[in-house]
T-cell receptor, first 111, second 112 residues
Framework: SQTIHQWPATLVQPVGSPLSLECTVEGTSNPNLYWYRQAAGRGLQLLFYSVGIGQISSEVPQNLSASRPQDRQFILSSKKLLLSDSGFYLC??????????FGPGTRLTVT | AQSVTQLDSHVSVSEGTPVLLRCNYSSSYSPSLFWYVQHPNKGLQLLLKYTSAATLVKGINGFEAEFKKSETSFHLTKPSAHMSDAAEYFCVVSEWNDKIIFGKGTRLHILP
């Protein structure tokens, strides 16, 4: 069966520090991968999606970036965090049947 | 263009009474529709999905939803609420181009 992992589960970082969140999927090949952010009271915002290694599409311009170095690995990064980057970050995968499967999420607090 | 509207941001029901969470969609094509549930500080879990088969879809934990094309609705129901159903629920629409649109969510409160 397929599983999706995210780490860390929680993170507290000062403004201006770098960020790296990791997502890995097991039990499937060539999945579509997604990063979402969920800020308080603002629903889910799609940040990036990837249909293959090295292929990244950005939905919202911001100081975040994403990379897919391996088929089942998706990384969200920032060189300098802003206060507005605080939120709950969710990784998801899908395989062309439309429904997405979500990881447990990372709670990021920027102080 | 596709869109989805969850008509209530908060719904409160007493334990043991029926649950109704409303969702309307707009789609140019035959959409796929989903309901997800999110408990606090957890990821989203797929409750059920409609993909042009039976219009009444049964999901996990006793939930079901009915696709009504004439009303462009996909409301989520459960006959008897349980305390563990307290969570946020998202209605989602997806079309052939794989774009997926989330509703803003409905927070379900269960009163003892």
């Amino acid at each position: 069966s397929q599983t999706i992992h995210q780490w860390p589960a929680t993170l507290v970082q000062p403004v201006g520090s770098p960020l790296s969140l990791e997502c890995t999927v097991e039990g499937t090949s060539n999945p579509n991968l997604y990063w979402y952010r969920q800020a308080a009271g603002r629903g889910l915002q799609l940040l990036f999606y990837s249909v293959g290694i090295g292929q990244i599409s950005s939905e919202v311009p911001q100081n975040l970036s994403a990379s897919r170095p391996q088929d089942r690995q998706f990384i969200l990064s920032s060189k300098k965090l802003l206060l507005s980057d605080s939120g709950f970050y969710l990784c998801a995968w899908s395989t062309g049947t439309y429904e997405q499967y979500f990881g447990p999420g990372t709670r990021l607090t920027v102080t | 263009a596709q869109s989805v509207t969850q008509l209530d941001s908060h719904v409160s029901v007493s334990e043991g009474t029926p649950v109704l969470l409303r969702c309307n969609y707009s789609s140019s094509y035959s959409p796929s529709l989903f309901w997800y549930v999110q408990h606090p500080n957890k990821g989203l879990q797929l409750l059920l999905k409609y993909t042009s088969a039976a219009t009444l879809v049964k999901g996990i934990n006793g939930f079901e939803a009915e696709f009504k094309k004439s009303e462009t609705s996909f409301h989520l129901t459960k006959p008897s609420a349980h305390m563990s159903d307290a969570a946020e629920y998202f209605c989602v629409v997806s079309e052939w181009n794989d774009k997926i649109i989330f509703g803003k969510g409905t927070r379900l409160h269960i009163l003892p």
